[in-house]
């Protein structure tokens, strides 16, 4: 007598693959970067494509290689021309920063001595000694900034040739995905077992309406939020005003962490460059205006309730993800966290209802 019939054996086959595949992927983290990177963008992008295509000059409909080519110039030249505009504003502050070294080592003594002290500790600052510290491997002035550069990839030569091969191969990876978008996805439904092909592609349609809900308003978000940390931040005579306002509004992709990173910028920008009380509030009323205007309004209505979860949830899966893919991760933390939750609601679904449940 058989222990196990033919369609459990298969099952149990299909599903010991499916595990290897997994920890293939999980053990293949580091080079999945660009992979994933592509898989996003031509997720988001697709639907453009696919408007493209559907215009019409007479009887004339353009190609989906040329939609193709087209969106990937765009995004290409988007990009190129932030590096253009932000690179050559951080090279014109960088000698500034570098001028007001002393001024703020002296700063940063001057707010953290009272408070030690208060507590019961002396730590005299050796200000001189903090300030080439920071001249020679933080902020080398002239020909030292090369000079690091050099130094540093030489030691991290691989680093080095990774970030300059992910960013040649995401557009080639994009582009091959977007041409054979619809291609891709049928045969992946194709590979679906047929008892699961109606479930599953329920499911896939509820993700996608969320994930789709998720990306558009959260570039939404970023652009609104881009342009008010770099006007506020102008008005208040902040030299750095836009790229910190726009780095602030483009981390705002990452939750929590974002809006940290962000307003530690603007306070280095205000320890450097303004004293007094008056620079502090403004900075104050600035970043506590733009947070609560983005968690109360913006992101309640532009990407909506269906993907909110728990601070220590969305915590978790911040630290998980980056763990296993990197900074790619961290990107992929919130979307697949809102994935996760559609079927943690179906699997709960499934438990609820089962006799392991009720009996």
């Known amino acids: 007598m058989a222990i196990f019939t033919p ?29 994933i990177a592509g898989a996003i963008l031509a997720y988001a992008l697709n639907p453009v494509v696919d408007w493209l295509r559907s215009l019409r000059i007479g009887s004339f409909r353009i190609p989906r290689l040329a939609s193709v080519v087209i969106v990937v110039l765009f995004l290409i030249s988007l990009v190129t021309t932030f590096a253009l505009i932000m690179i050559p504003m951080l090279l014109k502050e960088w000698p500034i920063l570098y001028e007001q070294i002393p001024a703020f080592v002296a700063k940063v003594s001057n707010h953290l ?6 507590i019961g500790i002396q730590m005299p600052v050796d200000n001189a000694g903090v300030k080439k510290i920071l001249t020679e491997q933080f ?8 000079k690091s550069l050099i130094a540093s990839a030489k030691f991290g030569g691989t680093a080095v040739l990774t970030w300059a091969w992910n960013l040649i191969l995401i557009p080639v990876v994009l582009f091959y995905l977007l041409l054979d978008w619809h291609i891709l996805t049928r045969k992946l439904r194709d590979m679906i077992p047929r008892r ?35 006007l506020a931040l ?23 962490i974002g809006i ?21 509030v403004t900075l ?31 915590i978790f899966a911040l630290l998980a993800f980056a763990q296993l893919f990197g900074f790619v991760g961290i990107l992929l933390a919130l979307p697949s966290s809102a994935i996760l939750s559609v079927a943690y609601k179906h699997l709960r679904a499934l438990y609820l209802d089962s006799n392991f449940y009720k009996n």
């Open 284 to 314: 104050g009323i600035i970043y506590g205006f733009g947070y609560s205007f983005d968690g109360l309004l913006m992101t309640p209505k532009l990407v909506g309730d269906r993907i909110q979860l728990h601070p220590l949830f969305v």
């Open 196 to 230: 699961w092909v109606g479930k599953t592609i329920r499911f896939c349609h509820e993700v996608n309406t969320m994930l789709a809900q998720y990306l558009r308003g959260q570039l939404l978000v970023m652009l609104i939020l881009s342009i008010y940390y770099s």
């Open 113 to 118: 001595n009272p408070v030690l002290n208060e």
């Open 260 to 280: 940290c990173i962000g307003l530690f910028l603007a306070i280095t920008a205000t320890l450097v460059q303004f004293s007094g009380m008056e620079a502090w």
């Open 139 to 146: 902020f080398p002035k002239g020909d030292g900034v090369w």
């Open 7 to 35: 369609q459990q054996r298969q099952t149990a086959l299909w599903t010991g693959i499916g595990i290897l595949l997994i920890l293939l992927l999980l053990l293949l983290g580091p080079i999945l970067t660009p992979f």
């Open 234 to 256: 102008a008005l208040a005579g902040y030299n750095v005003a836009l790229p910190v306002g726009i780095m602030t509004g483009l981390m705002a992709f990452v939750p929590y």
